[in-house]
């Protein structure tokens, strides 16, 4: 499979001599595609762009088909970071920000979510049950509180690396695997290697050059790369599920006051449009009526 400049790529890479494993991603026209859809402050899409990245290396290691939900929760001006992937290798991202403050384009993600925040990792497999793990926020970056998350939930030494800009969002990530007798300095030595990697060298690189820089004396093994897309898994059908459970009152009183009701998706933009013929069908009653009907009586 051809590799071109302008293309989204994860590759999964593996060292036969160390007991170490990689994933590299890089996203361009995902990531445009997603900073298309709407304005976000500096600061809230450089770290959007790094939980992208991150979300899609993570996804890599889906057991079974489904979706890995990966969210970053705050309490300051910055309220959520979101990002799904699948094991089909597509994904989604977007954040919810006080959009009335002010960011300043060089504030740290700590300042941003403010105290109390919540790392929260969710897979949704499409046979059996959902699992979620929530822990505190650990670190002033993304990739320190992957590293963190990863080393408290599933005690595996791991190194992430993360960057994003206007253009491009990357990430490379290091797993020391569980093997007896493994050698620490190994993974200490193909760790600190990774810390050499600057921001620009992780946008601008392919996983061959970025991987060549790093460990020319000891390459890794590369496998087949995966292509990876934007997909939103926005319909009409769950945005009526989402109205049905807000309950006919509410909806037809929505309906009562403006003649519609209206709901537009974080992820794509998409817009749901339910007029009082669709409510109607949708509750399987005339809501709408009912509660003129109840309003007129008071």
């Not at 006080?98 to 990792?121: H, M, Q, R, S, Y």
């Not at 309950?247 to 009183?253: I, L, M, Q, R, T």
């Amino acid at each position: 499979m051809t590799q071109n400049r302008h293309a989204d790529w994860r590759n999964r890479f593996i060292f036969d001599d160390m007991p170490v494993r990689g994933l590299h991603v890089r996203l361009r026209e995902v990531w445009r595609h997603i900073l298309g859809r709407k304005h976000y402050p500096a600061a809230v899409r450089r770290a959007l762009g790094e939980l992208l990245a991150a979300g899609t290396l993570l996804a890599a290691n889906l057991k079974s088909d489904g979706t890995l939900i990966v969210q970053v929760q705050g309490q300051g001006r910055l309220k959520m970071l979101v990002v799904e992937a699948t094991s089909g290798q597509t994904c989604r991202a977007t954040a919810r920000w006080d959009e009335t403050a002010e960011i300043g384009d060089d504030e740290t993600l700590a300042d941003l979510l403010g105290e109390n925040g919540v790392f929260v990792l969710t897979l949704q497999p499409h046979e059996g049950e959902q699992w979620q793990g929530v822990v505190p926020l650990e670190g002033g970056s993304i990739a320190q509180m992957l590293t963190a998350y990863m080393k408290r939930s599933e005690q595996t030494d791991t190194r992430i690396v993360l960057a994003a800009d206007d253009e491009t969002a990357a990430g490379l990530l290091l797993q020391r695997l569980p093997e007896a007798g493994a050698d620490d300095n190994a993974w200490v030595h193909v760790g600190a290697l990774a810390d050499t990697v600057s921001p620009q060298e992780l946008l601008d690189l392919d996983a061959q050059h970025l991987l060549y820089r790093l460990f020319h004396e000891t390459p890794p093994r590369m496998f087949t790369p995966d292509a990876v897309e934007f997909a939103c898994t926005c319909s009409r059908g769950k945005v009526g599920d989402m109205l049905l459970l807000l309950g006919g009152e509410e909806v037809g009183g929505i309906v009562a006051e403006e003649g519609s009701v209206a709901i537009d998706c974080d992820f794509c933009g998409e817009k749901y449009v339910f007029d009082e013929t669709d409510v109607h069908a949708l509750f399987g009653a005339d809501v709408v009526a009912a509660v003129r009907g109840s309003r007129s009586l008071q």
